[in-house]
């Protein structure tokens, strides 16, 4: 059975950091991303890894505050989140198995789903 696990969401003021735990059960993933959705927005992929050849993508607005990376032994990926921005506030969610030939950061490419865990960003 497959199951995403998230944790580490929580409040914290500007410019703090945060640092977000999936567990992924039931089956190794090669790609597995972030993405995150704040309310009246779509949901927006934030970074991904491949976890056989340890590549990453991240998205622009990100780039330098956030880092995506693994623990293969625990099958979890994690999510560093460092000099966060009230705009970084939303529910974060894990996914997992992308389609064949799919995008990385794009939410309609992934199979799996977890619940999410919420960020929220004090100014």
């Known amino acids: 059975q497959v199951q995403l696990v998230e944790s580490g969401g929580g409040s914290v003021q500007g410019g703090g950091s945060l640092k977000l735990s999936c567990a992924a059960s039931?089956?190794?993933?090669?790609?597995m991303g972030w993405f995150r959705q704040a309310p009246g927005k779509e949901r927006e992929g934030v970074a991904a890894?491949?976890?056989?050849?340890?590549?990453?993508v991240t998205t622009n607005s990100v780039k330098g505050r956030f880092t995506i990376s693994q623990d293969n032994a625990k099958n979890t990926v994690y999510l560093q989140m460092n000099s966060l921005k009230p705009e970084d506030a939303a529910m974060y969610y894990c996914?997992?198995?992308?389609?064949?030939?799919?995008?990385?950061?794009?939410?309609?490419?992934?199979?799996?789903w977890g619940q999410g865990t919420q960020v929220t960003v004090a100014s």
């Open positions: 996914a997992a198995q992308l389609s064949l030939g799919g995008s990385p950061l794009s939410q309609y490419d992934y199979k799996f």
């Open positions: 039931g089956y190794t993933y090669s790609w």
């Open positions: 890894i491949h976890t056989v050849r340890g590549t990453t």
